[in-house]
């Protein structure tokens, strides 16, 4: 329960954090991260997965923390966005 707290916590800090970071979405379904995925965005670009994670959304936004790491729907991945 307390590491659930302690990563929540951390992930709040890290968006408040994000407040100019470049925001995205995905255009579709987002069916988590697997090493290498792809992902279009609404915008034309591509996010490629660098980790892996569980998680389903429609549409999520993403946000770009920097050049490796982004945060889909609340949850971090490393992961690149590119045209």
Do not use: W
């Amino acid at each position: 329960m307390f590491r659930k707290i302690l990563l929540a916590t951390a992930a709040v800090v890290s968006l408040a954090g994000a407040a100019h970071a470049e925001k995205y979405q995905i255009a579709g379904k987002f069916e988590g991260c697997n090493y290498d995925r792809i992902y279009r965005l609404t915008d034309g670009q591509l996010l490629t997965c660098h980790s892996y994670g569980h998680h389903h959304a429609y549409r999520p936004e993403v946000i770009r923390l920097d050049g490796s790491r982004v945060v889909i729907d609340g949850e971090r991945y490393e992961a690149t966005i590119y045209y």
